[in-house]
C-alpha cells in the first residue's frame, strides 16, 4: 500500500499538478475537532490550506508551509474544503477553494500567488455565479480554462433548482438528493473561466454523464451517479471526468470528446477506501500517470483525518484506466 505523503498533519483531496518540473499538490488541511459525525459535514471544520511538493512520486515530500487562512478570507466562515490551483496565461497561479459564506452557504473563491507554493491572497467576494463545493480546474491545450465544481448532500447542489443555481432552498440542506424510478441524478457544473481567472465567462451549465445507451444516469444509481470530487484530465484527445460516487464511495469516470460531455460512464478507478470519504485527482508526470487520493488508514477509520497518496495508473489500449492497485 502507499505510503502517506506526510505524517505529520492530516491532509486530503489532493489535487495534483505538474509544473515547471515538480509534483505541486493542493489538499484539504483535516484537523481534529469535537464535532461528531453528521451527513451535512460539519466534522470537515478546516482552516487553512497548505501546499506540498515532490520532485517525483515517491521522492522528497516538501510541505511548504500554511498558503491561505480562512481568518484572511473576507466573504468565508468556515470550512474551507477540497481545494484546486490553476496556472494563468499571466503566469500567476490561481487556487480555487470552496467555503461557507457567513449565511452559511457554500461558494467557490479564489486566491493569487506568484509562485506554485504560494502563498495567495484571497479575493475579497466569492467568484460571481459560483455556489456548492470542489471546484477542480482545468486548462486546455489552447488554453482555455474551465472551473468544474459541485457535490450534493453537505455539498448543496440538490439546494438549486437551476443548471446555474437560482434560488438556495436551506430545507435541501444534507442527505435530500432526488430519488425515485426514471429521475435523473444531479449534475456537476462547469464554467469557463475569464483570461483573469477569477470570474465566469459564460452562464454555468451541467455536467452530464450518460450511460452507453446515451441516456442520463439516474438519482437512484448510487454506484455510478456524482455526488462530488469532479477531476478533469485529457488523454490523447479525450476528455476524462472522474468523480466521487460518495455514499457508495467509488472514483469513477466518463469521457468525451468535450470539456462540456456529455460524458460516457467507463468504469471505476478506485474502490472504497477506509473513510467515508474519497477524492482524488490525476496527474502525468514526466510520461507517467498518477492517481492522488486519500484514506483513513493512518487516522485508523477516523473519517474526517485522512491522508493523502499516490499511486501509479495505467491506461489500456481503448484508453480505460485500469482499475488503482492500492
Ligand atoms: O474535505 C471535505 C470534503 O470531503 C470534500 O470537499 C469532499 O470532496 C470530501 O472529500
Not at 453528521?38 to 517525483?56: A, F, I, T
Not at 482555455?144 to 459541485?150: D, I, M, N, P, R
Not at 486519500?294 to 491506461?315: M, Q
Request: negative net charge; hydrophobic residues 35%; glycine residues 10%.
Amino acid at each position: 500500500m502507499p505510503a502517506p505523503l506526510t505524517t505529520n498533519i492530516f491532509i486530503a483531496d489532493p489535487s495534483a499538478h505538474s509544473w515547471n518540473g515538480r509534483i505541486y499538490v493542493y489538499p484539504s488541511h483535516d484537523r481534529e475537532n469535537n464535532i461528531g459525525f453528521n451527513d451535512r459535514g460539519d466534522q470537515y471544520d478546516m482552516v487553512d490550506y497548505h501546499v506540498l511538493s515532490m520532485d517525483r512520486v515517491g521522492g522528497e515530500v516538501i510541505d511548504h508551509g500554511v498558503v491561505l487562512k480562512l481568518e484572511d478570507i473576507p466573504w468565508a466562515s468556515k470550512q474551507l474544503w477540497a481545494p484546486d490551483a490553476a496556472k494563468g496565461a499571466d503566469g500567476k497561479y490561481y487556487l480555487y477553494f470552496p467555503a461557507r459564506n457567513k449565511k452559511g452557504i457554500f461558494q467557490i473563491g479564489v486566491a493569487v500567488g506568484d509562485k506554485p507554493e504560494g502563498p495567495f491572497t484571497p479575493e475579497p467576494e466569492p467568484i460571481p455565479g459560483s455556489f456548492s463545493i470542489d471546484p477542480a480546474a482545468f486548462v486546455d491545450e489552447d488554453g482555455s480554462a474551465y472551473l468544474y465544481f459541485g457535490g450534493i448532500w453537505g455539498g448543496q447542489l440538490q439546494c438549486y433548482s437551476k443548471p446555474e443555481g437560482g434560488e438556495f432552498n436551506a430545507a435541501l440542506d444534507g442527505p435530500n438528493e432526488p430519488s425515485g424510478p426514471g429521475v435523473p441524478a444531479l449534475h456537476c457544473r462547469v464554467a469557463k473561466l475569464n483570461p483573469d481567472m477569477r470570474t465566469f465567462s459564460e452562464t454555468v451549465r451541467e455536467v452530464h454523464i450518460v450511460d452507453e445507451k446515451g441516456d442520463l444516469l439516474l438519482a437512484d444509481d448510487h454506484d455510478r451517479r456524482f455526488f462530488e470530487a469532479p477531476w478533469v484530465h485529457k488523454y490523447k484527445d479525450t476528455y476524462y471526468f472522474s468523480y466521487s460516487t460518495g455514499d457508495t464511495h467509488y472514483i469513477c469516470y466518463a469521457t468525451s470528446k468535450s470539456p462540456y460531455g456529455p460524458f460516457t460512464y467507463r468504469g471505476r478507478i478506485l474502490e472504497p477506501v477506509l473513510g467515508w470519504t474519497t477524492h482524488h485527482s490525476i496527474v502525468e508526470h514526466e510520461g507517467k500517470w498518477y492517481l492522488f487520493y486519500h484514506d483513513c488508514e493512518l487516522s485508523k477509520g477516523v473519517d474526517h483525518l485522512r491522508s493523502a497518496k499516490a499511486v501509479e495508473i495505467f491506461y489500456d489500449e481503448e484508453g480505460n484506466i485500469k482499475p488503482a492497485q492500492v
